[in-house]
């Protein structure tokens, strides 16, 4: 069974940091680039970054370049996201994701709540 | 990069069919054939129905079909059943390796 189970969400300060993870089995993980989404609350889906299969490629959202980090261990299957200087619009429940044709495997996500 | 429009909502009866667009631009859905959507039930993850602009994953019902046509994409829903209430977002590559999804409809069975 494919399980991505994300860890690492919880209540932030404007300009603080948090870092994500993803821990995933049923797939090789190492086969697949993987992605991070989030969702604001009562909004839409946001694609925020991408990672290569051996991570030497890495892609971000121009809402989050510079300020956030994507990175994975794949000895470990887990993904990461490295997230600095935070702000109240980071809001959102973040998603990890494995990326072929599409997202097609998704973690429950995590909630991330940046407020002062 | 903007977001992908969608109709914020479509209605229909069961039975029928309901087509929700997505368009976007050059740069983006008119400039690859990969379009994907997704279904998403309140407080659940997204579920891949369609990708690349026209295939079904595994498993996913033969009433889901998508299609392209310039900068718009389609996902079709038909033989509407009530399990099809949920929001549904399309998604496209946006060149440089980066991706851009719809503004998101609600689709309602009457």
């Known amino acids: 069974e494919v399980q991505l189970v994300e860890s690492g969400g919880g209540l932030v300060q404007p300009g603080g940091s948090l870092r994500l993870s993803c821990a995933v089995s049923?797939?090789?993980?190492?086969?697949?680039?993987m992605s991070w989404v989030r969702q604001a609350p009562e909004k839409g889906l946001e694609w925020v970054t991408s990672?290569?299969?051996?991570?030497?490629?890495?892609y971000y959202a121009a809402s989050v370049k510079g300020r956030f980090t994507i990175f994975r261990d794949n000895s470990k299957d887990t993904l990461f996201l490295q997230m600095n200087n935070v702000r109240v619009e980071d809001t959102a429940i973040y998603y990890c994701?494995?990326?072929?044709?599409?997202?097609?495997?998704w973690g429950q996500g995590t909630l991330v709540a940046v407020s002062s | 990069q903007s977001a992908l429009t969608q109709p914020r909502s479509v209605s229909g009866s069961p039975g029928q069919s309901v087509t929700i667009s997505c368009t976007g631009t050059?740069?983006?859905?008119?400039?690859?054939?990969?379009v994907s959507w997704y279904q998403q039930y309140p407080g659940k993850a997204p579920k891949l129905i369609i990708y690349?602009?026209?295939k079904r994953p595994s498993g996913v019902s033969d009433r889901f079909s998508g299609s392209k046509s310039g900068n718009t994409a389609s996902l079709i829903i038909s033989g509407l059943q009530a399990d099809d209430e949920a929001h549904y977002y399309c998604?496209?590559?946006?060149?440089?390796?980066?991706?851009?999804f719809g503004t998101g409809t609600e689709v309602s069975v009457l």
């Open positions: 994701a494995s990326h072929s044709s599409g997202f097609p495997f």
């Open positions: 049923g797939f090789t993980f190492n086969n697949f680039a």
């Open positions: 990672i290569t299969t051996r991570g030497d490629g890495t």
């Open positions: 050059s740069s983006d859905v008119g400039g690859y054939d990969y």
């Open positions: 690349d602009v026209t």
């Open positions: 998604c496209s590559y946006a060149r440089s390796y980066t991706y851009v």
